[in-house]
């Protein structure tokens, strides 16, 4: 026998199993309020742990961390989060997961092809964050996002001493305003040897997730390295090599999934903003769907540069999209003459992966309109071209 209080209800939680094994929780709680007896139950499906199996070491991964699952379909949406539990029982390459999920991930090599889905680690000890308010507010494109999308960013310029960066997680970084992302290298010029430096800049197993405007940019740049770093469910292109001069950087073993439209240039929108977002239009000209309709995991605008090991996970259309501009666009107009991208042999593209993709895996093209808007032309500056020059399929291994 027991007793309670007003202000202090007994609870009593217990878990059962049914005879398939099915775990479920029965929660009671009894108080007193205003001289009456009240008692209320519940029953809870319990989720069983799982464990997973990774190609890699990951004894570094701890109980506590978060990761990503990258989908396996066609749906980048399959992709799902994790909490990482406690697993005594598991090897050095396994982890156990709070839960089970949802959708089927793929964990085979079929018929020479390897359809294993990537998992990324998004918990980091350095964590670079932004206060956000609970909604969009003022002229943040509040009519295509119902949240804030105004976060912080982390802008690198030219004439550094050195700039190392690793093992940071940014989450709610970035913004829907020009020049404002996560990690920006800003007209730094050369970075490594070339530029004197005798350590070369890197980024280092960062992970940027759930932020607002790209991943990494690297603009006006040469001879950056980027490695072993995760962008998850960003707005626009991810890995994005703006304005088509920049030239010997290096991406590898980076994954992107769950990347999404934006509102900068037109090659981020989808239909809707495809259409509303005509400030850069001439006249009263209504852009077109062939026009817009491309955010890129990686977006690369001159052949010469490095793409290993790499995989686009999961965009809105495109997993890596070369495009050779025909000549630089942005502040690097000038810098590069006319013809010279089309003309430069690629460089090192070796082992990426591309999957989960709404259009296409990998595409190579002449890119996009690098002139004003005219009468002649009214279409936006930098929106997308239609030539085209080679397709691969959604799912590819390249």
């Not at 605008?301 to 666009?329: C, D, K, M, Q, R």
Request: charge should be negative.
């Amino acid at each position: 026998m027991y007793s309670v209080t007003e202000d202090t209800p007994a609870t009593a939680d217990k878990v059962f199993t049914t005879n398939d094994g099915i775990e479920f929780k029965v929660s009671a709680a009894s108080w007193w309020a205003n001289g009456d007896k009240h008692l209320e139950m519940s029953v809870d499906a319990v989720a069983p742990d799982t464990v997973i199996s990774l190609t890699d070491d990951v004894t570094s991964w701890q109980p506590g961390d978060v990761i990503v699952l990258a989908s396996t379909d066609y749906n980048m949406e399959q992709a799902e989060e994790f909490q990482l539990v406690n697993c005594p029982e598991c090897s050095s390459n396994q982890v156990k997961i709070a839960g089970k999920p949802l959708y089927t991930h793929y964990g085979e090599i079929s018929g020479g092809v390897d359809m294993r889905g990537e998992v990324g680690l998004l918990t980091r000890n350095v964590v670079i964050t932004s206060e956000t308010e609970d909604g969009c507010y003022g002229n943040h494109f509040c009519q295509y996002f119902d949240y804030d999308t105004f976060g912080g960013h982390l802008m690198i310029l030219g004439g550094f001493t050195d700039v190392h960066l690793s093992g940071v997680e940014l989450t709610k970084m970035g913004q829907q305003v020009m020049g404002r992302y996560p990690v920006h290298f800003h007209m730094a010029g050369d970075v490594d040897e070339v530029g004197g430096y005798t350590r070369p800049a890197y980024l280092d197993g960062l992970s940027i997730h759930h932020c607002f405007s790209r991943c990494v940019t690297i603009h006006g740049t040469h001879g950056l390295l980027v490695k072993d770093t995760v962008g998850y469910d960003t707005l626009g292109h991810c890995y994005f090599l703006e304005d088509g001069v920049e030239q010997r950087n290096t991406l590898d073993h980076n994954l992107g999934l769950v990347t999404r439209p934006g509102a900068l240039l037109p090659t981020d929108r989808d239909a809707t903003m495809c259409r509303g977002i005509r400030t850069g239009v001439y006249g009263d000209y209504i852009p077109q769907n062939n026009e817009c309709l491309s955010v890129s995991t990686f977006w690369i605008a001159h052949p010469n540069n490095n793409l290993i090991n790499n995989a686009a996970a999961g965009s809105v259309h495109f997993g890596i999209w070369y495009l050779f501009h025909h000549e630089p666009t942005g502040i690097s107009q000038g810098a590069l003459p006319p013809g010279q991208a089309e003309h430069t042999p690629l460089g090192k593209f070796y082992n990426n992966r591309a999957h989960s993709n709404f259009n296409q895996g990998l595409r190579v093209d002449n890119g996009v309109k690098t002139t004003p808007a005219s009468a002649r032309n009214p279409a936006e500056f930098l929106s997308r071209s239609s030539g085209i020059k080679y397709v691969l399929h959604p799912y590819c291994s390249c």
